[in-house]
């Protein structure tokens, strides 16, 4: 009946008593041999700070078998019960008896039809275990079902598997956790919530869904008729690479290329008809490899028709040295699969210059392996050239292998024997082809329709097959300089690949594994491209190599499906152009660096995403077919900056062909390219990924591509400030010996800590100059980024520094909290004093350590009693310090406790100080959550939750499974709604950029006034947005939007510049920072929409629930009210941005509930902020807006007249009560009734009728009719009552009141804004420099000689543009200064005595 939950355990017996949880036993609650109850507490236990009483299971004498102290784990024994009554109590025993399934008979009968089986799949994909192994089900369902219905069965599969993860797409694609993405399908379900429990139920059997799901496409890969699984297929190719789709999304991808290319046998009739001619084409070697690839050429050599076969040899041997220079080709055919292809060539990366060796090539054709034998016997038609530098290929066509090509690796084995045989027939004949110079040989076996197989063997090997090379073509060796790459790595090529010019390989260190992760591993993505047309003119050029390289990211996404490769490995990516640019070497290197800084910056977020490391661009310089220089520029982080990039010349070996040597592009200097395979940072790199973040000394190069991105998007926006040279530059902050900070130029990754600091140059758009920040990192690769005593001091001298200097202070943030540790030194010395030493279980009296070992200890490492203990003396325990210990260096406990402290009370002062940020990159712990939250502006990644306890922690204490991920107790579902984070962002790439864009709206100092753009946007144009009376969205008048038609509609502030902070939490109001002509701003607009509050349940607590309350548009509500607040303390502190208030409340919320959330206290607190603003704050009641009530008085500029300046637009209102409501007030019924008596013509008849009627039923009559009359009439006479009230509401009357200080029109409002904006804020800095320079003047005193210096009067451009002229205020300045030092040193001439004033003169 219903539902049950029913427990299992597999121990229970109620004579034992039990810990539920891990804690520490405080005390029991009974004697020991007392009675006890049956769920009566026992005991208590203390666990994660908290004391918890443990009940007894059954009623008996209790015999107590810990003693109080005593640490226990779930599940250990605290005591035994002697049973009151055992017979009441049953025990669970082991089974011994025959369990059989009644289904079992039925199962051994036969095998299950194939209805029942595809019920058994449909199960399993629902989310319920099946009996057997998922890929084994599916097989049998496809050996049950006739194969006309596989198809049918396919389709069902697939579109079973989508239904349910097409639910999380949506919320996969915007990299939400899945806690957060449950919480959205609850949001958007709350009717059918047991269809998310359905769907939470199969997706968390994702791993064998998908293996369901990848044996069905297997079991269909060799059908033809698959045209009805193209738009299931086409779906599952579009999932994304990670959340545990990869080799599902990769399968389907390969079946839909399938499906989409057309028929291998119409190809090849296509391709033969073009070989058809007695003059090869030169265009067919350079057809795509669909048209005229090598698999193709290699079918039609054993053509019927000679001139087909000729042409066909001829131009597989042209494609395969397609990028060979100088190559010469000569075919002889004698029959089918029998020709004999000699050609000459010299390699692309050697300048043609020098003494070069002539290199020559022979290709033989044969129809089978088994005539390999006789081809290596016979006369090699090659000349010596006195060293091994030509090369033998035999190609097998067209059919290589006796067993039948399904895919690719299917001929696998019958592969891997013929290559071990062709090794021993090559050896057989290895001297002769020395003779021959012959140093390479390659195996080419045709397999059409796939790709042919390809092994190399060298004879520097003694004919062994180069494993590098397995299944690549004989060029790509050098051409992707495969065999320099091998002596760093062991290669596994991993294929598929997308395109037939690139090549995938897992690269294994040789050198030894250090540290947890073993034997480093990069994915080497290497491709080659025939062109590139570089041009001196424009960047247009930039699209093809742009195209190639993001050719290869998808190469890495793809590889990363694959299980030997998944999301560990770093990546490196290698593009060679063998095109020749024809420009002068120095303006390639500048465009090339150009375009990769470019690539980079662009495409950050997916190389990050991808772990790039390193991109390299190779390109030969050159023309008319002679190369000049081979130029390599690089983007790498092996030195710790992210992809910085540099260029070098290289030289190759005129023999081998391989690079050898590279000089600096713009130096001259020796330098190397090496790639970083095995090292330090590559390790650090490594570690630092594991925990979901950067490297720390990688966050200063991505500022430096950011960088570069903010520059592009100002011009392509109009701006005309041109691009510094050096855009970055840092210098790291340590501490020297006197333990003061001073600069350093040591590598990265050379820090003892685990903190680092930087003080760094940006030059940006609103600072092309240059403007200075101080960043501080936890390096999470230095004991998990924790806090220690040396962390400590360190993050606190650093944020001093930028306190001292009026610096804005970046804190990035990975950690794992305070820093906790034990003395390990003294764990194999601890002895333990028992209390009774036959029965351990009782306890300890106290811990000791022997003398001898005692006396080697150093001074402080202990506080020790001296006892005797059965005739001896040791040494008890009081206390361990740990001086002097390896394991306490830097701190262990409370010292670090006293550190956080000293950081806590840092940040807080930095916040009232300086601009203060925080980036959350990673895991934020104990300390490192307070920290973020104290500097008070937090920018999260999603995979950077704020905890204070982890959730393995909590769980442990609550004794059951609650909490599944630290996302739900500091992830941006928690973080985002509470307003403890204002951005999210998806990636470091993304949360670097958030950084450089809340930076460009905050002033290079914290004492200087906020930076200015010139107008890009024109100030004087309208605002295009209207208001409605319907709600809006607010942002669309702030920011503008796009009207039906798709044109733009202009919104108030700048296009593109406003950017919403805090927009998860209290939603009734909107904050972001934005610009006006150039000018920043911080903004508080009012939400006119209805909105909802959500409170989540806690998983900890089974009867809460979750919570969504309906706040309505233009009421301020607990949590709108406090962030109001803190919007306008953060504009305030670092900021110093004018505020542009958007005031359209009706008033605050003041129910029970909210009065209880305390909005009285944060309505206070908007006061609060408001009288300390120490910059200018435009009050703007937008049209259709109100402002009335309380909500007036809080921004009313009474509260900071020398800051606070109100308008009104002419079409909005304000006052104490909507109309409505005053007029249920001021205007009453029956003042209403009053008018009606007086305003209409019919009462007035009815009122004289009334007044002369003499009968009493006249009267009866006329004062119905009257009534009648008056309440139809009152609905208009209550409008009128209510325009009447409205008419006290409107602009006029506040203008007239002096309540505000213009009536505005929307329309214009922007050209008006912007110049008294600007006015104020000259003003405002020309205040603050005649304050500096006298500092007893008062705000009105400066004031006053600013308007000496501008008499603008109420013209505000005419004032904004004389204070732009500085000369006359440097002029005021310097005189104010001069006259405050004289008045200085006439004050102290005259403190001092008569006597010794004559004295202090010169």
């Known amino acids: 009946d219903g539902i049950a939950t029913v427990m299992l355990p597999t121990l229970y017996d109620p004579s034992e008593l039990r810990s539920e949880f891990n804690g520490k036993v405080v005390r029991y609650l009974q004697d020991d041999g007392a009675s006890v109850k049956e769920g009566e507490p026992y005991v208590e236990l203390e666990a994660m700070k908290m004391i918890m009483p443990v009940k007894a299971t059954a009623t008996g004498a209790i015999k107590h078998t810990r003693g109080a102290g005593s640490i226990v784990a779930a599940g250990e024994l605290l005591g035994n019960l002697e049973l009151t009554d055992p017979s009441q109590v049953k025990k669970i025993l082991p089974f011994d008896g025959a369990f059989q399934l009644a289904a079992a008979a039925t199962a051994e009968a036969g095998s299950p039809a194939m209805d029942d089986l595809m019920v058994q799949v449909e199960l399993a994909l629902d989310g319920y275990q099946p009996m057997v192994e998922p890929t084994e089900l599916v097989q049998q369902l496809f050996v049950a079902a006739p194969p006309m219905l596989h198809m049918e069965l396919a389709r069902q599969v697939l579109e079973r598997y989508l239904t349910a993860e097409g639910q999380f797409l949506e919320h996969h694609k915007s990299s939400v956790s899945l806690d957060e993405t449950y919480t959205r399908l609850i949001a958007a379900n709350r009717d059918t919530l047991d269809s998310v429990a359905l769907l939470a139920l199969a997706h968390s059997q994702l791993a064998a869904r998908n293996e369901i799901v990848i044996a069905t496409l297997r079991s269909v890969r060799a059908a033809t008729d698959a045209a009805s699984l193209a738009d299931s297929l086409q779906q599952l190719a579009e999932l994304p690479n990670d959340f545990g789709y990869g080799e599902v999304a990769m399968l389907a991808r390969q079946f839909s290329e399938r499906l989409n290319t057309e028929p291998f046998d119409q190809r090849r009739a296509a391709l033969r008809a073009a070989l058809d001619s007695e003059a090869l084409d030169d265009q067919i070697a350079a057809m795509k490899a669909k048209d005229g690839g090598v698999e193709m050429l290699a079918d039609l050599l054993g053509d019927e028709s000679a001139v087909v076969r000729k042409n066909a040899a001829e131009a597989l041997v042209l494609r395969i040295y397609r990028s060979f220079p100088g190559l010469a080709v000569d075919v002889t055919d004698s029959s089918p699969s029998r020709q004999v292809v000699k050609y000459s060539f010299e390699f692309p990366s050697v300048p043609a210059e020098g003494d070069m060796p002539k290199r020559g090539g022979v290709c033989r054709v044969v129809p089978s392996f088994a005539d390999i034998k006789a081809v290596l016997a016979e006369e090699i038609p090659l000349e010596l050239p006195g060293k091994s530098v030509n090369t033998m290929q035999v190609v097998v066509a067209p059919k290589a292998f006796g067993s039948e090509s399904i895919s690719f690796h299917s001929t696998d084995v019958e592969f891997q024997d013929l290559v071990a045989q062709t090794t021993g027939l090559l050896r057989e004949v290895g001297e002769a082809l020395k003779t021959k110079g012959v140093g390479c040989f390659t195996l080419m076996l045709a397999q059409a329709p796939y790709a042919p197989r390809y092994a190399t063997f060298m004879a520097e090997n003694d004919w062994a097959e180069d494993e590098s090379c397995r299944d690549v073509r004989p060029t790509f060796k050098h051409l992707l300089e495969l065999a320099e790459l091998s002596k760093q790595c062991e290669l596994e090529r991993i294929v598929p690949v997308i395109g037939r010019n690139s090549q995938v390989f897992l690269g294994t260190s040789r050198a030894e594994a250090k540290g947890r992760f073993g034997k480093a591993q990069t994915v080497f993505v290497r491709t080659i491209s025939h062109t590139l047309a570089m041009s001196a003119e424009d960047d247009a050029w930039m699209g093809w190599p742009e195209t190639i390289l993001l050719g290869a990211v998808d190469e890495l996404e793809r590889a990363r499906l694959n299980p030997k490769v998944g999301t560990k490995p770093n990546s490196n990516i290698f593009a060679h152009f063998n095109a020749l640019v024809d420009l002068e070497p120095s303006r390639v290197v500048e465009r090339l660096e150009r375009f990769t800084n470019r690539f980079v910056a662009k495409h950050g977020a997916r190389l990050q995403k991808s772990k790039v490391d390193e991109i390299t661009v190779k390109v030969a310089v050159g023309a008319d077919g002679v190369r000049t220089h081979v130029l390599r520029v690089t983007a790498s982080s092996r030195s710790g900056e992210y992809l910085k990039t540099s260029a070098a010349f290289e030289k190759a070996d005129p023999v081998t062909g391989a690079p050898c040597a590279w000089e600096d592009a713009r130096s001259g200097e020796a330098c190397s390219v090496e790639s970083e395979i095995a090292g330090r940072m590559q390790l650090k790199r490594q570690m630092a990924r594991a925990a979901g973040s950067t490297y720390a000394p990688e966050i200063l190069g991505m500022m430096k591509v950011e960088l570069i991105k903010k520059w592009d998007a100002y011009h ?296 200015l753009l010139e107008p890009i946007d024109p100030v004087d144009r309208d605002v295009a947005f209207t208001h409605t009376k319907m709600p809006y969205d607010p942002r669309h008048m702030l920011a503008g939007t796009r009207g039906p038609d798709g044109a733009r509609v202009s919104g108030f502030f700048d296009e593109g510049s406003f950017q919403e902070y805090l927009e998860g939490w209290g939603k009734s109001v909107v904050v972001g920072r934005a610009k006006l002509g150039g000018i920043p701003m911080g903004v508080i607009a009012v939400e006119t929409r209805n909105v909802e509050r959500r409170v989540p349940a806690d998983p900890a607590n089974p009867a809460s629930m979750e919570v969504l309350e309906p706040q309505a548009g233009q009421v301020w509500f607990p949590d709108s009210a406090s962030k109001t607040a803190t919007a306008i303390r953060d504009f305030n502190r670092g900021e110093n941005l004018p505020l542009m208030i958007f005031a359209n409340w009706r008033g605050f919320s003041g129910g029970t509930r909210d009065m209880y959330q305390e909005v009285l206290k944060f309505g206070a607190q908007i006061v609060d902020a408001l009288v300390e603003y120490r910059h200018p704050v435009f009050i703007y009641i937008p049209p259709g807006g109100e402002l009335r009530g309380g909500s007036w008085v809080v921004v009313d500029p009474a509260i900071n007249p020398a800051q606070m300046e109100m308008y009104a637009d002419v079409e909005s209102r304000g006052g104490i009560l909507e109309p409505a409501g005053i007029v249920e007030v001021k205007f009453r019924e029956a003042q209403r009734r009053e008018m009606m008596h007086r305003l209409d013509p019919e009462l007035e008849a009815l009122d004289a009728a009334l007044e002369s009627a003499a009968e009493p039923d006249a009267v009866k009559d006329a004062e119905a009719r009257i009534q009648a009359r008056e309440e139809k009439l009152a609905p208009l006479y209550t409008q009128i009552a209510c325009e009447f009230a409205d008419l006290h509401d409107r602009t006029g009357r506040m203008e007239a009141k002096g309540v505000i200080r213009k009536g505005l029109e929307w329309r214009r409002a922007r050209a008006y804004f912007y110049w008294r904006v600007r006015r104020r804020v000259s003003e405002t800095a020309a205040v603050a420099r005649l304050q500096a320079a006298d500092a007893t003047l008062t705000p009105e005193a400066a004031r006053a000689l600013v308007e000496e210096v501008v008499a603008g009067g109420e013209d505000d451009k005419a004032v904004a543009e004389a204070l732009a002229d500085e000369a006359k205020l440097d002029a005021k300045v310097e005189s104010v200064r001069v006259a405050a030092l004289k008045r200085r040193l006439r004050d102290l001439y005259e403190q001092l005595p008569e006597g010794e004033r004559e004295a202090a003169l010169p």
């Not at 020790?864 to 325990?877: N, P, S």
């Not at 008070?936 to 609550?958: D, E, S, Y």
């Open 716 to 1011: 392509a926006a109009g701006g005309q400030r041109p691009v510094p040279e050096d855009l970055f530059s840092s210098v790291e902050l340590v501490p020297g010996d006197d333990g003061e900070l001073a600069e350093s130029a040591r590598a990265p990754g050379e820090n003892a800590v685990g903190m680092l600091a930087w003080r760094c140059t940006l030059a940006t758009p609103e600072y092309p100059g240059g403007r200075e920040i101080v960043l501080i990192a936890n390096d999470v690769t230095f004991q998990a980024g924790s806090f220690g005593v040396a962390e400590d001091t360190l993050f606190q001298k650093a944020s001093e520094y930028a306190r001292e200097r009026g610096l804005p202070r970046i804190h990035i943030a990975c950690n794992s909290g305070a820093r906790v540790g034990l003395a390990e030194e003294l764990k194999p010395s601890l002895r333990a004093k028992w209390t009774d030493a036959e029965d351990p279980s009782k306890g300890f009296d106290f811990l000791y350590l022997d003398e001898e070992e005692y006396k080697q200890l150093a001074p402080g490492t202990v506080v020790a009693t001296e006892k005797k203990l059965d005739g001896k003396t040791v040494y008890a325990l009081d206390a361990v310090i740990g001086e002097g210990l390896k394991s306490t260096a830097g701190g262990i406990g409370v010292e670090n406790l006293q550190g956080s402290g000293l950081i806590a009370g840092e940040t807080s002062r930095a916040y009232n100080e300086v601009f203060t940020l925080s980036y959350v990159t990673g895991r934020s712990v104990g300390i490192g959550a307070y920290l973020n939250r104290l500097g008070q502006r937090v920018i999260q990644m999603v995979n950077g939750p704020m905890i204070l306890t982890g959730f393995g922690a909590l769980n442990k204490l609550l004794g059951e499974k609650v909490y599944s991920s630290q996302d739900q107790l500091g992830g941006p579902q928690v973080m985002v709604p509470n307003g403890v984070t204002h951005k999210l962002v998806q990636s470091d790439q993304e949360g670097v950029s958030a950084i450089l864009d809340w930076l460009s709206y905050t002033p290079k100092t914290a004492a200087s006034p906020p930076p």
